[in-house]
Structures are given as C-alpha cells and as structure tokens.
C-alpha cells in the first residue's frame, strides 16, 4: 500500500507541478500541437526566419533557450516584425516541446 502512494505521490508531482517546463496552451492527453501568434511589431516583412526551443521529459526535467532573443540571434534578424509559439506535447507532459519563432529582416 506505501509503495502504490509512493508512486501516485511521485506521478502527481511530475504532472502537476512542473514549474517552467508547462506552457499556458490547451493539452490533450495522447498528442497535441498548437501554434499561435505571441506578439507583432509595426515594421515592415522580413525575410528572414529564427527559431529557439526547449523540451520537457516527464515534466520533470526540462533543457533549452526558447527566447525571443536566442530565435532572433539563430536567425540573424535585427528588426522583429513577428513573433509566434509552436508546441508539441505527447501523453500530457511524457515529452513537451516549445518553439519560438521570429521573422523580421
């Protein structure tokens, strides 16, 4: 009986309280994959695109740099004309992924 309230105890944790490695979007529980607008500047279309991302396993442990500074700098842009998110999240938080996108010139 300890042991099956250990492990609930342990999972609880792992999916619920998992700090920085959760996003604020919409999960399903096998796949899901949801893309959107984070924000939009005045300046004119680039052609240029940077991404940056970071991941989640078991919502436990969580790697990577998924900010709008790191996606620009990969993309060498200097002037951001957009900014967009791409998630990917697979049986709720076993294996999450966050995208940052930018495009500018």
């Known amino acids: 009986m300890k ?8 999972l609880f944790i792992a999916f619920f309280l998992t700090g920085c490695s ?3 979007t919409p999960k ?12 939009g500047t005045s300046n004119s279309s680039g ?3 940077g991404t940056a991302a970071a991941y989640s ?24 004309q957009n900014v ?3 998630e990917l999240t697979i049986l709720g938080y076993l294996f999450a992924q966050y995208e940052t996108q930018v495009y500018g010139e």
């Open 57 to 80: 396993v078991l919502g436990i442990v969580a790697w990577g740099d998924a900010s709008v500074n790191t996606a620009a700098k990969n993309g060498s842009i200097s002037k951001i």
């Open 47 to 49: 052609s240029k695109t």
């Open 22 to 24: 959760t996003t604020p």
């Open 84 to 86: 967009d998110y791409y």
């Open 28 to 39: 399903g529980w096998l796949v899901t994959t949801c893309k959107g607008p984070v924000y």
């Open 3 to 10: 042991r099956i309230l250990l492990v609930l105890s342990t």
